[in-house]
């Protein structure tokens, strides 16, 4: 039994013998932030429609963290600052400066992007403060 990778395709295969396949996992892509990079990035500043100001993502993550402590089991996940769709005041400012991938429209708003990616962006800084 051995297992095949194929970092192109992100898929490694588990095989036996003579190439039998037995199952196949997917892998996620994951960013890799070194220090530099998460503190990079806690240091950029967007304006939050919501809390109608401009702040850092560190300062946009505190008060949030802050929310989640002091709201305990009334915290409304879906819209902590008063809106649905919170997140992407901070995805803008980071396609914006290219720390993420996807499209603003001619407004500055968030047009396109990979939520899905994005938010395991965020995860990554996140666990690197």
Same mark, same amino acid.
């Given at each position: 039994? *051995? ?29 890799? $932030? ?6 990079? $990035?806690?240091? $950029? ?15 946009? /993550?505190?008060? /949030?963290?802050?929310?989640? #402590? ?15 769709? #919170?997140? *992407?005041? /901070?995805?803008?400012?980071? $396609? ?12 500055? *708003? =968030?047009?396109? =992007? ?16």
């Amino acid at each position: 039994m *051995y297992l095949e990778i194929n970092p192109k395709e992100g898929v490694a295969t588990l095989k036996q013998g003579e190439g039998k396949t037995l199952g196949a996992l997917m892998f996620e892509t994951y960013h890799v $932030i070194d220090d530099e990079q998460g503190k990079s $990035i806690l240091d $950029i500043a967007f304006h939050n429609g919501d809390l109608n100001c401009k702040l850092t993502v560190r300062e946009f /993550l505190k008060k /949030l963290l802050l929310l989640v #402590w002091e709201d305990e089991e009334c915290f409304d996940g879906k819209r902590p600052f008063g809106n649905s769709g #919170w997140k *992407y005041d /901070l995805f803008a400012e980071l $396609i914006e400066q290219k720390a993420i991938s996807g499209k603003l429209d001619k407004d500055g *708003y =968030v047009e396109e =992007v990979d939520d899905k990616e994005a938010n395991k962006f965020m995860l990554e800084v996140i666990k690197g403060m």
